[in-house]
Structures are given as C-alpha cells and as structure tokens.
C-alpha cells in the first residue's frame, strides 16, 4: 500500500502535467497556450516538463534536437494536434546531424519521448534520428524522402517503432543500429526504399558512449510490419546483421527485390543467432535472392546458429533461387518445418540448388508442403495476400505459444489447427 505522502506526490506529479501549443502564427514569447501558441518546436522541446505534451497545429515547420530528456513513467510528448497535417521538412538551426528531429544526449541516455503524427520529408540526413537513448517511442509518423534513412536509431533501447510509414528513403525504411536491446519494430508500413525495409545491425565496430559494444541487436521484436517494393539497390524486406534471440513474426513481405529475410554477420559481432521466423507471409519479387537467407559470410565471424524457422510463407517465382539458404548441411541448432515453400533450397552457402526432398533428408521441413499464390492467396494478382478459402495454409501450421495472434489481432487458431502465414482464416 502507498503511503499517504507517496500518493500525494504521485497525485501531485499527475495533476502539474500540461498541453502546450505550437502553431506557425505563433510566437514563442506567448505562454504556449492553445490561444497563444509557441512558434517553434526547438522552442517547445526546451521548455515542457516530464509527463508535459506538445500538440503542433497544421503547418509547416524546421525541425528540433531534443536533448532534455523524460522520466519513468512521464514521457514529454511531441505530437500532431488531432486532425492536423503537420509537415516538418528541413534541420532545426541547433540540430547536430542534418536530420530533421533528432533525439540525443551526449552526457547521458535520452529516455521517455514520445514523437507521433507528423510527416517528416526530404531529410539531408535522417527523417528522425534517435541515438544513445532508452524507452523512445515513434508512433503513426510518415516520413518518406531522406538522403539516407527513414527512422534511424543507434544505442537505443527499448525503443517503439510502430504504425510508422517509411518510404522513399535511399537508403533503409527503419534502422536500428549499434549494440542495442529490446527493440520492438511493430505495425510500420515500409516500402519503396533503396535497401532494406527494416535494418538491423549490431555494428561491433561502434562503440557506446558508455564503453565495450556488444556488436549486437538483442531480444529484438519484429511483428505485424508490411514491407513491399524494397531492395532495388540491395538490402532484404528484413535485413539482420548481428541479431540474436528475436521474434520475427506475423510481417507480410511481397516484390521486395533481394532477400526477403536475412540473418547473418558482416558488421555485426557473430551471425544472428537464436532467432524465431514465426509465421510470416513472404512473396518475392521476380529475380530476387532467396527467401529466407542465412549464410556463412565469413570474415572469421561465428556463423549463424539456433534459427528456427516455423509456420511461414516462402514463395519465389525465381527458376534459380529458393525458400531457404543456409551455410551447411548441418548447422547447430537450425529448424525449419511447417512452412510452404517452392521445390528449391541450398545447405552449401548458395554453391548449389536441391529438392525439397533432398532438403527433408537433412531432416528439415518434413512437414512443409509446395503450394503457389493462386492456390493459397485471395487475390495474389492484386497482393491480397489473405488466405483463400480452401488454401493448403489453413490449419496446416504448429502451434506457436509466441504467436497468440495474427497480423490483424485474430486469435489464433481458428480451426483445427494453426494456419501458415501472417493471416489466420476466419471460417
């Protein structure tokens, strides 16, 4: 039970928590009320207290570096006011990087903001750029046109990336990099980027503010994301490069045009190790790589181990590449089952293609069946990607205790069984 004096400070706390207004008509001499608004955001970041919120009106603006961070439990807020198009398209004058909001504390860790509702364009840099930084959130933002990367990270963690849209960008929708954990990339729609949709890498070259880098992006959650048209200059709808003990789950990925799911090591500490694939539908784009690549890629790196791969989705129409690629024939603790797939794989690196049969005599997908997007798909022509009533995918998964639900929240499951992909049929 609270003591009397916890409680008041606790009522005390909720009570001093206040809305504050930033309009382009303003001025930020005004109190930053509704009737007299700041002008600035810059402005604005600098002066609200924890649990405070900003509401910017519809206009257009520079943008901020905000480096004054929240508290636990009374995030500062920097969003859209209801209904209203804001547009943040240029640097704020004291931003440090070129990107546009920048969030960042070089003698301590940012923690507790919230950033929501803007449209964030044609960025030098980044659109919105979070680094060195715990319990950041980047919710229902469209940014789209950067020189370089949509929503990018470094050295945060426990960061929310969700309901973004990420497109356009040259480089990645969303990156998060540098040693980091706990990060949750959830609901975002990223699409015609130049590489990859969602990046993820542990950079073991980077070092933190804080001392020795991990080189790895750890208990990382990636669920519920679509990610299409990706990759024309390299990079797969879901790129991860040091990346151990993760979920990846529920994600509908379709005419990305390199991998769909990548798990590997090249900056990262070892190869992305220990993660779980769960029932993500994935439809490649003619003359892509393979779906699911897990490769050795050398450089005197531990290779990837422990994936496991269940109850998704794996088509190429490519006559050349195949459902999944791994460095060997045997790798520790790989699993791969209950998926649909095409008649191609390779346990040698990608040196060669084999069956489906030779594949299950390494004792891999002996469940998984070999099905196309007209007979699993609603409408696979206009990427409508729901399953078909009669579709081999329905009720032909294993149960996932990891994935409770699918990409629309439907529980599953919904017949006898589990289905495979990111949709569970409602009968």
């Given amino acids: 039970m609270l003591r009397l004096g916890c409680l008041l400070a606790l009522l005390a706390s909720a009570c001093s928590a206040a809305t504050y207004y930033v309009a382009s008509q303003g001025s930020d001499n005004n109190p930053g009320s509704s009737q007299s608004p700041w002008a600035t955001l810059q402005h604005a970041v600098d002066s609200i207290a924890p649990g405070d919120a900003i509401l910017v ?53 940012m ?82 980027n130049a590489s990859a949709g969602i990046h993820m890498n542990g950079d073991v070259t980077e070092a933190p503010p804080s001392g020795k880098p991990t080189g790895l992006v750890q208990y990382a959650t990636v669920e519920g994301n679509i990610i299409w048209n990706n990759g024309t200059a390299g990079g797969s709808g879901i790129n991860c490069d040091g990346v151990d003990d993760s979920l990846i789950s529920n994600n509908l990925l379709y005419n990305n045009h390199a991998s769909g799911i990548s798990l590997y090591a090249i900056d990262g500490a070892h190869g992305s190790s220990n993660n779980k694939v769960y029932n993500n539908t994935i439809v490649m784009a003619p003359n892509s790589r393979f779906v699911i690549n897990i490769p050795n890629d050398g450089g005197g790196k531990k290779a990837p181990v422990g994936n496991i791969i269940e109850n998704n989705i794996l088509y190429t129409p490519s006559a050349s590449e195949g459902s999944v690629l791994i460095a060997a024939d045997s790798v520790e603790g790989f699993h791969s089952d209950y998926n649909v797939v095409v008649n191609r794989f390779s346990a040698n690196n990608d040196s060669s293609v084999i069956s489906l049969a030779k594949w ?33 995918a329905i009720n032909a998964g294993t149960t996932l205790s990891d994935v409770p639900t699918d990409i629309l929240g439907v529980k599953r499951p919904q017949g006898a069984g589990y289905d495979i992909g990111c949709y569970e049929a409602i009968p």
């Fill in 360 to 392: 299950q005599s390494h004792g891999y997908d002996l469940h998984s069946i070999i099905s196309t997007p007209a007979q699993l798909f609603v409408d696979a022509a206009s990427d409508n990607d729901q399953l078909k009533p009669g579709s081999p």
């Fill in 111 to 192: 923690t507790d903001w919230v950033i929501a509702g803007f449209e964030v364009a044609n960025s030098p840099n980044y659109g919105i750029d979070v680094r060195v930084t715990d319990r950041i959130t980047v919710q229902g933002n469209h940014v789209h046109n950067s020189a370089l990367t949509g929503i990018f990270t470094a050295f945060s963690d426990h960061v929310l990336i969700e309901n973004n849209e990420t497109d356009h960008n040259n480089e990645h929708g969303i990156y998060q990099s540098n040693s980091s954990t706990y990060p949750t990339i959830r609901g975002n729609n990223s699409h015609d």
């Fill in 57 to 109: 009106t519809a206009g257009t603006y520079v943008g901020c570096r905000i480096g004054i961070p929240g508290g636990p439990s009374s995030s500062k807020t920097l969003k859209a006011a209801p209904g209203a198009a804001v547009l943040i398209n240029a640097p704020g004058p004291v931003n440090k990087h070129d990107s546009i909001i920048e969030i960042e504390n070089f003698s301590l860790t």
